[in-house]
Protein backbone atom coordinates (compact mmCIF):
# COMPACT_ATOMS: atom_id res chain seq x y z
CA UNK A 1 0.00 0.00 0.00
CA UNK A 2 0.92 3.53 -0.80
CA UNK A 3 -0.71 4.61 2.31
CA UNK A 4 -1.54 8.49 1.68
CA UNK A 5 -0.05 10.45 -0.89
CA UNK A 6 -0.17 14.33 -1.89
CA UNK A 7 0.68 16.07 -4.70
CA UNK A 8 2.41 18.43 -5.15
CA UNK A 9 5.16 18.49 -2.41
CA UNK A 10 5.83 21.93 -2.77
CA UNK A 11 3.70 24.71 -4.94
CA UNK A 12 4.32 28.75 -5.47
CA UNK A 13 1.04 30.80 -6.66
CA UNK A 14 0.51 34.03 -7.40
CA UNK A 15 -2.15 35.76 -5.56
CA UNK A 16 -5.65 35.15 -7.50
CA UNK A 17 -4.80 32.05 -9.08
CA UNK A 18 -6.40 28.64 -8.72
CA UNK A 19 -5.05 25.51 -8.01
CA UNK A 20 -5.95 21.72 -7.07
CA UNK A 21 -4.00 19.93 -4.00
CA UNK A 22 -4.33 16.34 -4.49
CA UNK A 23 -5.19 13.66 -1.90
CA UNK A 24 -5.32 9.84 -3.14
CA UNK A 25 -5.35 6.80 -0.76
CA UNK A 26 -5.09 3.13 -1.64
CA UNK A 27 -6.54 1.22 1.74
CA UNK A 28 -10.53 2.09 1.07
CA UNK A 29 -10.73 4.41 3.08
CA UNK A 30 -14.27 5.65 3.79
CA UNK A 31 -13.58 9.05 5.65
CA UNK A 32 -10.96 11.50 4.31
CA UNK A 33 -10.22 15.02 5.12
CA UNK A 34 -8.31 18.64 4.73
CA UNK A 35 -5.73 20.24 7.11
CA UNK A 36 -3.89 23.36 7.30
CA UNK A 37 -0.63 23.41 9.56
CA UNK A 38 0.78 27.34 10.48
CA UNK A 39 3.11 28.62 13.31
CA UNK A 40 1.43 28.93 16.00
CA UNK A 41 -2.31 27.61 15.02
CA UNK A 42 -1.54 24.27 14.76
CA UNK A 43 -3.44 21.84 12.78
CA UNK A 44 -7.16 22.69 11.98
CA UNK A 45 -9.58 21.32 9.41
CA UNK A 46 -10.87 23.23 6.28
CA UNK A 47 -13.18 20.33 5.18
CA UNK A 48 -13.83 16.32 5.49
CA UNK A 49 -15.78 14.13 3.47
CA UNK A 50 -17.44 10.52 5.18
CA UNK A 51 -17.62 8.86 1.54
CA UNK A 52 -18.16 9.31 -1.92
CA UNK A 53 -20.49 12.29 -2.75
CA UNK A 54 -20.61 13.11 1.01
CA UNK A 55 -18.57 16.06 2.15
CA UNK A 56 -18.68 18.88 4.79
CA UNK A 57 -17.19 22.11 6.20
CA UNK A 58 -14.86 22.03 9.17
CA UNK A 59 -13.08 25.61 11.24
CA UNK A 60 -11.28 27.03 8.12
CA UNK A 61 -13.33 26.42 4.88
CA UNK A 62 -13.42 29.58 3.17
CA UNK A 63 -11.46 29.98 0.13
CA UNK A 64 -11.64 26.39 -0.38
CA UNK A 65 -13.81 23.91 -2.55
CA UNK A 66 -14.05 19.80 -1.99
CA UNK A 67 -15.61 17.02 -3.95
CA UNK A 68 -15.52 13.09 -3.61
CA UNK A 69 -16.12 11.38 -6.40
CA UNK A 70 -14.77 8.31 -5.71
CA UNK A 71 -13.21 6.55 -2.40
CA UNK A 72 -9.81 6.74 -3.47
CA UNK A 73 -9.36 10.54 -4.05
CA UNK A 74 -10.44 13.69 -2.44
CA UNK A 75 -9.14 16.78 -4.16
CA UNK A 76 -8.53 20.21 -2.30
CA UNK A 77 -9.02 23.70 -4.58
CA UNK A 78 -8.10 26.69 -3.96
CA UNK A 79 -10.62 28.82 -5.93
CA UNK A 80 -8.60 32.34 -5.90
CA UNK A 81 -5.18 31.82 -3.96
CA UNK A 82 -4.76 34.86 -1.41
CA UNK A 83 -1.35 34.97 0.67
CA UNK A 84 -3.05 34.30 4.02
CA UNK A 85 -3.51 30.85 2.19
CA UNK A 86 0.06 30.22 2.86
CA UNK A 87 0.21 27.09 5.04
CA UNK A 88 1.54 23.41 4.79
CA UNK A 89 -1.17 21.41 3.85
CA UNK A 90 -2.38 17.77 4.98
CA UNK A 91 -4.63 14.69 4.08
CA UNK A 92 -5.65 12.36 6.39
CA UNK A 93 -7.87 9.42 5.81
CA UNK A 94 -9.47 6.50 8.30
CA UNK A 95 -11.42 3.55 7.43
CA UNK A 96 -14.38 4.44 9.36
CA UNK A 97 -15.38 7.08 12.03
CA UNK A 98 -16.25 4.37 14.52
CA UNK A 99 -14.06 1.89 16.89
CA UNK A 100 -11.98 0.51 15.82
CA UNK A 101 -11.57 1.58 12.50
CA UNK A 102 -10.77 5.28 13.20
CA UNK A 103 -7.32 5.66 13.55
CA UNK A 104 -6.45 8.28 11.12
CA UNK A 105 -3.48 8.44 8.70
CA UNK A 106 -1.42 11.74 7.53
CA UNK A 107 0.08 11.80 3.85
CA UNK A 108 3.23 13.72 3.54
CA UNK A 109 1.92 17.19 3.17
CA UNK A 110 1.99 19.99 0.37
CA UNK A 111 3.96 23.15 1.33
CA UNK A 112 1.80 26.19 -0.54
CA UNK A 113 3.36 29.33 -0.63
CA UNK A 114 0.98 32.41 -2.08
CA UNK A 115 3.21 35.42 -3.35
CA UNK B 1 -15.94 24.27 22.50
CA UNK B 2 -12.24 21.41 22.97
CA UNK B 3 -9.10 22.61 23.15
CA UNK B 4 -6.11 20.75 23.51
CA UNK B 5 -2.99 21.69 25.42
CA UNK B 6 0.05 20.18 25.41
CA UNK B 7 3.22 21.54 27.91
CA UNK B 8 5.90 21.77 27.64
CA UNK B 9 5.99 23.53 24.05
CA UNK B 10 9.49 21.78 24.02
CA UNK B 11 11.82 19.65 25.87
CA UNK B 12 15.54 19.14 25.88
CA UNK B 13 17.24 15.66 27.93
CA UNK B 14 20.39 13.77 27.55
CA UNK B 15 19.60 10.54 25.89
CA UNK B 16 18.78 7.77 27.75
CA UNK B 17 16.07 9.42 29.89
CA UNK B 18 12.89 8.32 30.51
CA UNK B 19 10.16 11.28 29.89
CA UNK B 20 6.47 11.91 30.33
CA UNK B 21 4.92 14.27 27.64
CA UNK B 22 1.41 15.71 29.04
CA UNK B 23 -1.13 16.65 27.09
CA UNK B 24 -4.96 18.34 28.34
CA UNK B 25 -8.27 18.70 26.88
CA UNK B 26 -11.01 21.01 27.75
CA UNK B 27 -13.90 18.71 27.02
CA UNK B 28 -14.14 14.64 28.51
CA UNK B 29 -17.08 13.88 25.76
CA UNK B 30 -13.76 12.58 23.71
CA UNK B 31 -14.20 9.14 21.16
CA UNK B 32 -10.01 8.57 21.37
CA UNK B 33 -7.13 10.38 21.46
CA UNK B 34 -4.43 10.27 18.97
CA UNK B 35 -0.36 10.62 19.37
CA UNK B 36 1.52 11.80 16.43
CA UNK B 37 4.96 12.23 15.69
CA UNK B 38 5.98 14.59 13.22
CA UNK B 39 9.67 15.24 11.92
CA UNK B 40 11.03 19.05 10.56
CA UNK B 41 9.34 19.15 6.78
CA UNK B 42 7.33 15.75 6.96
CA UNK B 43 3.96 14.33 7.55
CA UNK B 44 2.34 12.84 10.85
CA UNK B 45 2.88 9.40 11.48
CA UNK B 46 0.65 7.88 13.80
CA UNK B 47 2.12 6.73 17.28
CA UNK B 48 -0.64 5.15 19.29
CA UNK B 49 -4.67 5.60 18.94
CA UNK B 50 -6.98 5.18 22.63
CA UNK B 51 -10.12 4.49 22.48
CA UNK B 52 -12.20 6.33 24.89
CA UNK B 53 -13.35 2.72 26.46
CA UNK B 54 -9.52 2.14 27.01
CA UNK B 55 -6.76 3.53 30.19
CA UNK B 56 -3.94 2.86 27.62
CA UNK B 57 -1.95 1.34 25.01
CA UNK B 58 1.47 0.58 24.21
CA UNK B 59 3.84 0.31 21.09
CA UNK B 60 7.68 -0.67 21.99
CA UNK B 61 8.86 2.05 24.31
CA UNK B 62 6.06 4.12 23.68
CA UNK B 63 3.44 3.84 26.12
CA UNK B 64 0.09 6.54 26.62
CA UNK B 65 -2.58 6.54 28.91
CA UNK B 66 -5.89 8.40 29.03
CA UNK B 67 -7.79 9.69 32.11
CA UNK B 68 -11.10 11.66 30.67
CA UNK B 69 -12.48 12.52 33.55
CA UNK B 70 -9.46 14.64 34.76
CA UNK B 71 -9.06 15.59 30.82
CA UNK B 72 -5.42 13.97 30.43
CA UNK B 73 -3.29 12.09 28.67
CA UNK B 74 0.24 11.26 29.06
CA UNK B 75 2.68 9.54 26.13
CA UNK B 76 5.72 7.76 28.25
CA UNK B 77 8.82 7.57 26.29
CA UNK B 78 11.81 4.53 27.91
CA UNK B 79 14.87 5.07 27.05
CA UNK B 80 15.01 8.11 25.10
CA UNK B 81 17.20 7.93 22.17
CA UNK B 82 18.10 10.73 19.64
CA UNK B 83 16.64 9.28 17.27
CA UNK B 84 12.97 10.32 19.07
CA UNK B 85 13.60 13.73 18.34
CA UNK B 86 10.69 15.33 16.59
CA UNK B 87 7.74 17.26 17.51
CA UNK B 88 4.98 15.25 19.52
CA UNK B 89 1.44 15.76 18.68
CA UNK B 90 -1.80 14.39 20.47
CA UNK B 91 -5.59 14.86 18.61
CA UNK B 92 -8.43 14.08 20.52
CA UNK B 93 -12.00 13.34 18.67
CA UNK B 94 -14.73 15.52 19.66
CA UNK B 95 -17.75 13.04 20.44
CA UNK B 96 -20.88 14.52 18.22
CA UNK B 97 -17.85 15.29 15.44
CA UNK B 98 -17.75 13.15 12.19
CA UNK B 99 -13.95 11.77 12.91
CA UNK B 100 -12.20 15.34 12.89
CA UNK B 101 -9.58 15.78 15.30
CA UNK B 102 -8.35 18.74 17.29
CA UNK B 103 -5.05 19.18 17.70
CA UNK B 104 -2.69 20.44 20.30
CA UNK B 105 -0.04 22.37 19.56
CA UNK B 106 3.08 19.97 20.16
CA UNK B 107 5.95 19.35 22.52
CA UNK B 108 8.77 19.88 20.22
CA UNK B 109 11.29 17.07 22.08
CA UNK B 110 15.29 17.01 21.65
CA UNK B 111 17.29 14.26 22.56
CA UNK B 112 20.97 15.12 23.40
CA UNK B 113 23.61 11.84 23.22
Known amino acids: NAGVTQTPKFQVLKTGQSMTLQCAQD?????MSWYRQDPGMGLRLIHY???????DQGEVPNGYNVSRSTTEDFPLRLLSAAPSQTSVYFC??????????????FGPGTRLTVL | KQEVTQIPAALSVPEGENLVLNCSFT??????LQWFRQDPGKGLTSLLL?????REQTSGRLNASLDKSSGRSTLYIAASQPGDSATYLC????????????FGKGTKLSVKP
Open chain 2, 27 to 32: DSAIYN
Open chain 2, 91 to 102: AVRRRGSQGNLI
Open chain 2, 50 to 54: IQSSQ
Open chain 1, 27 to 31: MNHEY
Open chain 1, 92 to 105: ASSYGTGEPYNEQF
Open chain 1, 49 to 55: SVGAGIT
